[in-house]
Protein backbone atom coordinates (compact mmCIF):
# COMPACT_ATOMS: atom_id res chain seq x y z
CA UNK A 1 0.00 0.00 0.00
CA UNK A 2 1.43 3.27 -0.61
CA UNK A 3 1.90 5.74 2.25
CA UNK A 4 -0.29 7.86 3.00
CA UNK A 5 -0.72 11.69 2.23
CA UNK A 6 -3.50 12.43 4.54
CA UNK A 7 -3.15 14.10 7.60
CA UNK A 8 -5.31 12.44 10.40
CA UNK A 9 -4.85 9.22 9.68
CA UNK A 10 -2.51 5.86 9.48
CA UNK A 11 -2.04 2.37 7.96
CA UNK A 12 -2.34 -0.47 10.95
CA UNK A 13 -0.86 -3.82 10.18
CA UNK A 14 -1.66 -7.08 12.04
CA UNK A 15 1.03 -9.32 12.20
CA UNK A 16 -0.35 -12.65 10.84
CA UNK A 17 0.43 -15.61 12.86
CA UNK A 18 0.94 -18.87 11.18
CA UNK A 19 2.11 -21.89 13.06
CA UNK A 20 1.85 -24.54 10.81
CA UNK A 21 -1.63 -25.33 10.94
CA UNK A 22 -4.07 -24.02 8.19
CA UNK A 23 -5.24 -20.53 8.80
CA UNK A 24 -3.93 -16.96 9.76
CA UNK A 25 -5.22 -15.76 12.74
CA UNK A 26 -4.68 -11.67 13.31
CA UNK A 27 -4.82 -10.11 16.93
CA UNK A 28 -5.46 -6.50 17.37
CA UNK A 29 -5.12 -5.11 20.81
CA UNK A 30 -5.64 -1.82 22.48
CA UNK A 31 -2.67 0.04 22.85
CA UNK A 32 -0.89 -2.26 21.29
CA UNK A 33 -1.69 -2.20 17.23
CA UNK A 34 -4.85 -0.06 18.45
CA UNK A 35 -3.99 3.54 19.46
CA UNK A 36 -7.09 3.40 22.04
CA UNK A 37 -9.79 1.23 24.09
CA UNK A 38 -12.10 -0.19 22.00
CA UNK A 39 -15.65 0.64 23.28
CA UNK A 40 -17.43 -0.69 20.44
CA UNK A 41 -16.77 -3.35 17.29
CA UNK A 42 -19.38 -3.29 14.34
CA UNK A 43 -19.39 -4.62 11.05
CA UNK A 44 -20.96 -4.10 7.62
CA UNK A 45 -22.17 -6.84 5.22
CA UNK A 46 -24.15 -8.28 2.48
CA UNK A 47 -23.25 -5.03 0.02
CA UNK A 48 -24.88 -6.47 -3.20
CA UNK A 49 -25.23 -3.01 -4.51
CA UNK A 50 -21.98 -2.15 -6.37
CA UNK A 51 -23.21 1.91 -6.38
CA UNK A 52 -23.75 1.70 -2.92
CA UNK A 53 -21.73 4.31 -1.06
CA UNK A 54 -20.74 4.20 3.03
CA UNK A 55 -19.74 6.78 5.46
CA UNK A 56 -19.59 10.28 4.03
CA UNK A 57 -19.16 11.91 7.74
CA UNK A 58 -16.11 12.38 9.90
CA UNK A 59 -16.15 12.41 13.82
CA UNK A 60 -15.51 14.84 16.48
CA UNK A 61 -13.91 12.49 19.06
CA UNK A 62 -14.71 9.06 17.77
CA UNK A 63 -11.21 7.37 16.57
CA UNK A 64 -11.65 4.37 14.00
CA UNK A 65 -9.59 1.95 12.77
CA UNK A 66 -11.41 -0.22 9.61
CA UNK A 67 -10.68 -3.19 8.14
CA UNK A 68 -11.05 -4.94 5.24
CA UNK A 69 -11.73 -9.08 6.13
CA UNK A 70 -13.25 -10.44 3.62
CA UNK A 71 -12.91 -9.35 -0.22
CA UNK A 72 -12.01 -5.37 -1.07
CA UNK A 73 -13.43 -1.89 -1.34
CA UNK A 74 -12.18 1.22 -1.82
CA UNK A 75 -11.77 4.02 1.13
CA UNK A 76 -11.69 7.79 0.35
CA UNK A 77 -9.79 10.06 3.35
CA UNK A 78 -9.95 13.28 3.31
CA UNK A 79 -8.53 16.14 6.47
CA UNK A 80 -10.24 18.82 4.21
CA UNK A 81 -7.15 19.76 2.73
CA UNK A 82 -5.58 16.39 0.92
CA UNK A 83 -7.70 13.56 -0.23
CA UNK A 84 -6.55 10.13 -0.98
CA UNK A 85 -8.10 6.79 -2.21
CA UNK A 86 -6.79 3.64 -0.37
CA UNK A 87 -7.92 -0.07 -1.64
CA UNK A 88 -8.35 -2.30 1.12
CA UNK A 89 -8.21 -5.88 0.27
CA UNK A 90 -6.16 -7.26 2.84
CA UNK A 91 -7.57 -8.96 5.77
CA UNK A 92 -4.55 -8.04 8.28
CA UNK A 93 -4.00 -4.40 7.05
CA UNK A 94 -6.58 -1.14 8.30
CA UNK A 95 -6.25 2.07 8.11
CA UNK A 96 -6.46 4.70 11.49
CA UNK A 97 -9.13 7.23 11.36
CA UNK A 98 -8.78 9.83 13.59
CA UNK A 99 -11.02 12.84 14.23
CA UNK A 100 -11.79 15.19 12.00
CA UNK A 101 -11.37 13.08 9.23
CA UNK A 102 -14.29 12.93 6.02
CA UNK A 103 -14.24 8.95 5.00
CA UNK A 104 -16.19 7.35 2.72
CA UNK A 105 -16.26 3.33 1.13
CA UNK A 106 -17.37 2.50 -2.02
CA UNK A 107 -16.19 -0.57 -4.91
CA UNK A 108 -17.53 -2.75 -2.79
CA UNK A 109 -16.57 -6.86 -3.98
CA UNK A 110 -19.03 -9.14 -3.40
CA UNK A 111 -18.97 -10.84 -0.19
CA UNK A 112 -17.09 -7.17 1.29
CA UNK A 113 -17.09 -7.20 4.86
CA UNK A 114 -16.04 -4.22 6.46
CA UNK A 115 -14.63 -4.07 10.13
CA UNK A 116 -14.07 -1.14 12.36
CA UNK A 117 -12.93 -0.74 16.04
CA UNK A 118 -13.74 2.09 17.36
CA UNK A 119 -12.94 4.08 20.68
CA UNK A 120 -16.51 5.47 21.60
CA UNK A 121 -19.86 3.97 22.31
CA UNK A 122 -22.41 5.06 19.11
CA UNK A 123 -23.31 8.81 19.68
CA UNK A 124 -25.23 10.69 16.57
CA UNK A 125 -24.34 14.00 17.72
CA UNK A 126 -20.55 12.93 16.95
CA UNK A 127 -21.20 12.56 13.56
CA UNK A 128 -20.10 15.70 10.92
CA UNK A 129 -22.59 14.62 7.93
CA UNK A 130 -22.31 17.98 6.17
CA UNK A 131 -19.66 18.67 4.22
CA UNK A 132 -19.60 22.33 4.69
CA UNK A 133 -19.58 22.12 8.18
CA UNK A 134 -16.76 19.66 8.35
CA UNK A 135 -14.54 22.05 6.17
CA UNK A 136 -15.35 24.97 9.00
CA UNK A 137 -14.26 22.97 11.79
CA UNK A 138 -11.58 21.90 10.02
CA UNK A 139 -10.33 25.45 8.98
CA UNK A 140 -11.13 26.41 12.54
CA UNK A 141 -9.20 24.03 14.09
CA UNK A 142 -6.14 24.89 12.20
P1 LIG B 1 -23.57 5.14 9.69
O1 LIG B 1 -22.49 5.36 10.69
O2 LIG B 1 -24.10 6.32 8.95
O3 LIG B 1 -23.07 4.06 8.62
P2 LIG B 1 -21.88 4.19 7.55
O4 LIG B 1 -20.67 4.65 8.30
O5 LIG B 1 -21.73 2.84 7.02
O6 LIG B 1 -22.32 5.16 6.52
O7 LIG B 1 -24.73 4.37 10.42
C1 LIG B 1 -25.86 3.89 9.71
C2 LIG B 1 -27.02 3.76 10.69
O8 LIG B 1 -26.72 2.84 11.74
C3 LIG B 1 -27.38 5.08 11.36
O9 LIG B 1 -28.79 5.17 11.42
C4 LIG B 1 -26.83 4.94 12.76
C5 LIG B 1 -26.82 3.45 13.00
N1 LIG B 1 -25.69 3.04 13.83
C6 LIG B 1 -25.90 2.67 15.14
O10 LIG B 1 -27.04 2.65 15.65
N2 LIG B 1 -24.84 2.27 15.90
C7 LIG B 1 -23.57 2.27 15.39
O11 LIG B 1 -22.60 1.92 16.11
C8 LIG B 1 -23.36 2.68 14.03
C9 LIG B 1 -21.98 2.70 13.43
C10 LIG B 1 -24.44 3.06 13.29
Known amino acids: MKSLQVNNCGIIELNPLKDGRDGVL ?9 PFEIRR ?19 KHNRQVIFCINGSFTLTLD ?19 DVRLWHSM ?13 SDLYDADDYIRDYNEFKKIVHDFV
Do not use: W
Open 26 to 34: AVAECYKQI
Open 41 to 59: VYYIYNLNDTEALRGMHAH
Open 79 to 97: DGVRQQEVFLDRPNLGIYM
Open 106 to 118: RDFSQNCILLVLA
